[in-house]
């Protein structure tokens, strides 16, 4: 892993793993990839290439990937779970032609690739407990559905022409840099921004929903890691489970209201979200990961709540009025 292309460079994953993999990986070159509309500003931007990166274009890609000797393609582009449920024709033409694109680049030119899968690829008859590695996976929305194909067609890919593709099944994302957007667990990001700002928050997800989650820092070294690891210990490639902690929304709201005691919520329970967050998982076991490539976290709700609070309250100019009165 040398030359690389992020494609949505500028999305909740890519903006921050394009910089990081910048940063840890300075012997080769990171492309910012993006979509007009969504350019990279400030670091992203200054510190490295970067390209319209359109992943329904395939010579778009294609010149990309021989322009920068691209050994590694991290294909992030995608519609989160409610957006895409909006959206099912769009949402497939990126997940799907647009994986396609990729893997057809990566078996001519013999690159990487990694594209995420998530807890969007279970559903309502997967076990919801301990979820395994290998389980039934019938999600019932379109995003679930892209999320299994593009597990399957990955490891088609693997199998029959040796592409080297790899992946991880995300839980619901946690970030204070670019905030997600069209997800089900966004809810879980944007109560952080109510509470540091001290608004009110309308949580669209019901009391007792459990979904596993997981700080972006854990997310990017997991999307680094798995790309790095040896081959030959890989049983699985596509995709693992893996996990950091699993909370429900009282269970948040209590961790910041320890820190941000004025934290007011109110329940306003969007039924379209609600159906797909009770057909997920309520925590995966990550066994798999953990064994075969060594998989850990280093968040826990806890660790992962002052954080957040920490750096929104930089990021946004608030002083923190605890702190204020002592
Ligand atoms: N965070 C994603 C969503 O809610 C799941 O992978 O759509």
Redesign the pocket.
């Known amino acids: 892993m040398k030359n690389i292309l992020v494609i949505g460079s500028t999305g909740q994953i890519g903006s921050e793993l394009t910089m990081k993999l910048r940063h840890d990986l300075p012997g080769g070159v990171t492309v910012a990839g993006y979509i007009p509309g969504s350019e990279p500003k400030g670091k992203l931007l200054t510190s490295g290439p970067a390209e319209v990166a359109n992943v329904t274009n395939a010579q778009q890609i294609a010149d990309i990937v021989d322009k920068y000797d691209i050994d590694t393609i991290y294909n992030l582009a995608a519609l989160?779970?409610?957006?895409?449920e909006r959206r099912p024709l769009l949402a497939w033409d990126i997940q799907m032609n647009g994986l396609l694109n990729i893997l057809e680049i990566a078996r001519e030119k013999h690159v990487a690739v990694f594209t995420?899968s998530?807890?969007?690829s279970f559903g309502p008859s997967t076990p919801h407990d301990n979820t395994p590695q290998d389980t039934i996976q019938r999600p019932t929305s379109m995003?679930g559905v892209t999320?299994v194909a593009t597990e399957l067609l990955s490891d088609y890919y693997y199998t029959k022409y040796g592409v080297d593709t790899r992946s991880v099944r995300?839980?619901?994302?946690i970030s204070y840099t670019t905030p997600?957007g069209?997800?089900?667990?966004?809810y879980a990001v944007e109560v952080f921004y109510a509470a540091v700002k001290g608004e009110e928050f309308i949580c669209p997800i019901a009391p007792g929903t459990y979904m596993d989650m997981m700080y972006m820092p854990d997310a990017l070294q997991a999307a680094v890691d798995i790309m790095r690891a040896r081959p030959q210990y890989l049983k699985h490639r596509n995709s693992f489970n893996i996990a950091a902690m699993s909370f429900e929304p009282e269970e948040l709201f209590a961790a910041i209201r320890k820190r941000i005691p004025s934290l007011k919520v109110r329940y306003q329970v969007d039924p379209v979200?609600q159906a797909?967050a009770d057909s997920?998982p309520d925590r995966m076991d990550d066994i798999c990961a953990r064994k075969e490539w060594g998989w850990s976290h280093s968040y826990d709700l806890d660790d992962m709540v002052d954080d957040m609070i920490r750096n929104l309250r930089i990021k946004f100019g608030i002083e923190d009025p605890l702190k204020i009165k002592d």
């Open positions: 989160l779970s409610a957006t895409a995420p998530s807890i969007g995003y999320k995300f839980p619901g994302l997600p069209g997800g089900t667990t966004d979200r797909i997920w």
